[in-house]
């Protein structure tokens, strides 16, 4: 069976992006029932060394929709970081991941496939095919930090369990 770039990217990004979504608002949920603001949670780090969850959800979001961008441009240019912001900013940014990665069609993500990109990241030039890329860097970027996000709110008692992070699996039909 051959899958097709498309089939590689946008469904996988969508499904943890959705599922992103939904633990941010059982996140706001916990917080309604204990009387606390979910702004507390903006700035909370695993770790001092480890970026915070504001990082952590606008990273994902770049490598989501900036990913796919790059396949297409052969730039990786997300949009400067804006740092701490209210938790429903958050909140909105993976809509605007959502929606972004809805208007990708196959026939546009799979034309992109063998393009070769060559991005400047830091001092290094990494050369890569669009499958690459994606496949190699943006998806595990994408999925180190919404694992982190969602790392941090369980560690301050957000009640969230694997199935929340798993998000909407894609089955097949039981026939």
Same mark, same amino acid.
């Given at each position: %069976?051959?899958i097709?770039?498309?089939?590689?990217s !946008?469904p996988? @990004?969508l499904?943890?992006?959705r599922?992103?979504?939904g633990?941010?608002?059982?996140?706001?949920?916990?917080?309604? =029932?204990?009387?606390?603001?979910?702004?507390d &949670?903006?700035?909370?780090?695993?770790?001092?060394d %480890?970026?915070? &969850?504001? @990082?952590?959800?606008?990273?994902?979001?770049?490598?989501?929709?900036?990913?796919?961008?790059?396949?297409?441009?052969?730039?990786?240019?997300?949009?400067?970081?804006?740092?701490? !912001?209210?938790?429903?900013?958050l909140?909105? %940014?993976?809509?605007?991941?959502?929606?972004?990665?809805?208007?990708?069609?196959?026939?546009?993500? =799979?034309?992109?496939?063998?393009?070769?990109?060559?991005?400047?990241?830091?001092?290094? %030039?990494?050369?890569?095919?669009?499958?690459?890329?994606?496949?190699?860097?943006?998806?595990? =970027?994408?999925?180190?930090?919404?694992?982190?996000?969602?790392?941090?709110?369980?560690?301050?008692?957000?009640?969230?369990?694997?199935?929340?992070?798993?998000?909407?699996?894609?089955?097949?039909?039981?026939?």
């Amino acid at each position: %069976m051959t899958i097709s770039l498309y089939d590689l990217s !946008v469904p996988t @990004f969508l499904q943890t992006v959705r599922a992103v979504r939904g633990f941010l608002d059982r996140a706001v949920a916990h917080c309604m =029932n204990r009387g606390t603001d979910p702004d507390d &949670f903006v700035t909370a780090r695993l770790f001092d060394d %480890m970026a915070p &969850f504001h @990082f952590q959800i606008e990273a994902a979001w770049h490598h989501a929709v900036w990913g796919l961008e790059a396949a297409k441009t052969g730039m990786f240019a997300p949009p400067a970081l804006v740092g701490p !912001v209210p938790f429903a900013d958050l909140q909105a %940014m993976m809509g605007k991941a959502e929606k972004a990665l809805e208007a990708f069609t196959p026939d546009e993500v =799979n034309a992109w496939a063998g393009k070769k990109l060559d991005l400047q990241i830091g001092s290094r %030039m990494l050369a890569f095919t669009s499958e690459t890329l994606i496949l190699s860097f943006s998806l595990p =970027n994408f999925h180190f930090h919404a694992v982190t996000a969602y790392d941090i709110l369980r560690s301050r008692g957000v009640p969230i369990g694997k199935r929340d992070y798993e998000g909407r699996l894609r089955t097949r039909s039981a026939k």
